[in-house]
């Protein structure tokens, strides 16, 4: 089993009608800025244990369990809108951060998020760190009426319990599983990831820390346009972090890919781009070390590594 070395407190604190689980590394320090690590789509906020361990200064850390993950539930919604997380971000940097910018650091879809809260909040951001946020391919209108109605079929499936998550008979099993997800993955890590990724529902039966709406599709259509303005209106230093082993060819075959990524990305004012080796979209596990020290020279370039 992974030893950690740094230990994290958990807080739960209201957040627009929900009690957000937020986990906490370190003490808030005065001129020091807070580092807030965002997580992607169904992961949770202890995903970021390796990386803490690797940093070689004492940050405070604040890093949110996403609605509907982990240990922040939803409310019962059937759906979940970007919208929401943008909202629910900025409430969160109100509670721990009201007067001061924050370093923002976010994995996948937290990296999507970052990157649009930081053109509709800039002053609220100093440094944005995506890793592997890429965006998704760009959307037409005519494709609005098979979309939503897609969604109405998904809902009506989740409704039914259709689309309900699929359970693991122990913490070994839902270990195997994040290894086969992610060949880099070693199994010390493993082992303890699954057991804050997974839960226990009834004896034998463990279930993923995220609800089954989130396999709902998003009615809302990705416009490219739309997320180009607000690129635009991001002032804070961005650094792009990616993966030696290419996630967008995986995932989109052709549809979205990395040149196009990067062709959106000159729409930030300042950012720089860096490919981490020997890993995979779950950077954050499979290079710690390379990460922690990657973050700490760009938001503090003094920091020696």
């Not at 690590?37 to 996403?66: C, E, K, R, T």
Request: proline share 7%; with cysteine; hydrophobic share 40%.
């Amino acid at each position: 089993m992974y030893s950690i070395k740094n230990n994290s407190r958990s807080v739960f604190i209201p957040i627009r009608g929900l009690q957000y689980h937020v986990r906490l590394w370190g003490q808030p320090k005065p001129g020091q800025t807070p580092l807030v690590l965002v997580h992607g789509w169904m992961d949770v906020a202890a995903s970021y244990q390796f990386m803490v361990d690797a940093l070689s200064s004492n940050h405070f850390i604040i890093a949110p369990d996403w609605r509907g993950f982990g240990l922040t539930a939803s409310g019962g919604t059937d759906s979940f809108w970007y919208p929401d997380y943008l909202a629910d971000l900025d409430a969160l940097l109100d509670h721990f951060s009201p007067d001061a910018p924050v370093n923002l650091v976010g994995h996948s879809m937290g990296g999507n998020v970052a990157m649009l809260y930081a053109g509709l909040r800039p002053q609220r951001v100093q440094r944005l760190i995506n890793l592997e946020g890429f965006g998704l391919p760009d959307t037409q209108p005519d494709q609005a009426p098979a979309r939503l109605t897609r969604w109405l079929d998904e809902v009506s499936q989740l409704r039914s319990g259709a689309m309900a998550l699929k359970t693991y008979p122990s913490l070994e099993a839902v270990a195997q599983r994040l290894m086969k997800n992610n060949p880099h993955l070693s199994a010390d890590k493993a082992d303890w990831l699954a057991a804050h990724w997974s839960a226990e529902t009834s004896p034998g039966q463990r279930t993923i820390l995220g609800e089954a709406a989130h396999k709902v599709i998003n009615p809302q259509l990705y416009r490219v346009d739309e997320v180009l303005a607000t690129f635009r209106s991001i002032q804070a230093p961005v650094l792009m972090v990616e993966a030696s082993d290419d996630s967008m060819t995986r995932w989109w075959r052709g549809s979205f890919t990395l040149a196009q990524h990067h062709e959106r990305l000159q729409h930030v004012a300042q950012v720089k781009i860096v490919t981490l080796p020997d890993c995979g979209h779950m950077l954050h596990h499979d290079q710690p070390e390379l990460l922690a020290q990657l973050i700490e020279r760009f938001i503090d370039p003094a920091t020696s590594s």
